[in-house]
């Protein structure tokens, strides 16, 4: 299940009048120690819930009052799902040719997305397949088409053309089904995605030769934006951005390094990191000052009788949540 979780992807900015929802189903027979098919339901960026064949883990408290008040909804859902990896397992059963690919290196993810602008009231959507990690096949809905992403998949769009029901159904599916589970989910959701959270900032260094990192962790939602500059100047060069990460809470976390070996400490001064969250006007500015960074040598960090000191705790305590792998973007 870990490989499914842990695949998740950057994710959009909320907007109060654009929303949307995304399903990622997995296929991977062969795969020891794990099931071979999983569905994932995202909103807004946010895990909502995982099915397998073993039943469902939800990742949002408030998915749980859904399920009490929407009980016929949420269990045609969950049979939906699980029903569907027969579907899809001839859907993509010429995906790979079975004289050149082991079971065990075979793993398909479709992507069903659709987008709701509630002030226009107009859905778009997308439906998309990988295969091994790599593009495979996405739907054209102008022209109805499916479109070979990788030559290895134009035998297949090929076939997949010759039926034009097929791009049909899932033109329907974006525009009804799809769409009324984006609302469904926002009805029970909403002021959760709605609302913002600042958290501080921290100069982490492993070593003084290493670069220091600038961390946040805790902010919500995930459309924050921190960068190094230098007399008031965004700078780049020597600098390093991480991904935005989830955090198990639900908030997110992320790093930007810089590389400090190469400026003379007399001119620390001129750096600091800022971070700023989309709709929050407040900006954390935090100074390059030696005294303020966090590492294994600080005194911020480990106390005279060798305790980690209780804000050195909470920094490697955020430092372990959740971190993001893709296998298909």
């Known amino acids: 299940m870990e490989k499914i979780v842990l695949f998740l992807l ?76 027969q579907v899809l397992t001839m859907d993509t059963i010429n ?15 479709q992507i069903i997305g659709c987008d709701w602008d509630n002030k226009a009231d107009k859905v778009n959507g997308h439906i998309k397949y990988g295969n091994n990690g790599e593009d495979f096949i996405e739907l054209d809905l102008k022209t109805k088409k499916w479109i070979a992403m990788n030559p290895k998949a134009e035998a297949v769009t090929k076939e997949w053309n010759d039926n034009p029901g097929d791009a049909s159904y899932w033109q329907s599916y974006l525009e009804g089904v799809c769409l009324e589970r984006l ?65 198990d809470d639900g908030s997110f976390q992320m790093s930007v390094d810089l590389e400090v070996p190469s400026i003379p400490p007399k001119e620390w001064g001129r750096y600091e990191c800022v971070f700023e969250l989309s709709g929050v006007q407040t900006k954390l500015i935090t100074k390059l000052d030696k005294d303020k960074i966090r590492s294994n040598n600080s005194k911020n960090s480990i106390a005279d009788d060798g305790r980690l000191t209780t804000k050195s705790m909470s920094v490697i305590a955020a430092m372990g949540g959740v971190i993001i792998s893709s296998i298909f973007a």
């Open 95 to 109: 995906f790979n040719d079975p004289l050149l690919t082991s079971p065990g290196d075979v793993i398909i993810q």
């Open 183 to 247: 609302k469904m989910f926002l009805s029970f959701g909403k002021t959760h995605l709605s609302k913002k959270v600042l958290q501080n900032v921290f100069l982490l260094q492993k070593t003084p030769s290493s670069a220091v990192s600038c961390y946040s962790t805790g902010f919500f939602p995930n459309n924050g934006m921190m960068f190094w500059r230098g007399d008031g100047e965004e700078i780049h060069e020597g600098v390093k951005h991480g991904d935005i990460l989830p955090n």
């Open 10 to 85: 950057l994710c959009k900015a909320v907007s109060p009048e654009k929303y949307h929802i995304e399903i990622h189903i997995f296929l991977y027979p062969g795969v020891q120690n794990s099931t071979d098919f999983a569905v994932t339901f995202t909103l807004e960026g946010f895990l909502l819930f995982y099915i397998d064949i073993n039943g469902a883990r939800v990742y949002q408290d408030w998915i749980y009052t859904l399920m009490k008040e929407k009980t016929h909804f949420w269990n045609s859902i969950i049979k939906e799902c699980i029903d569907y990896k």
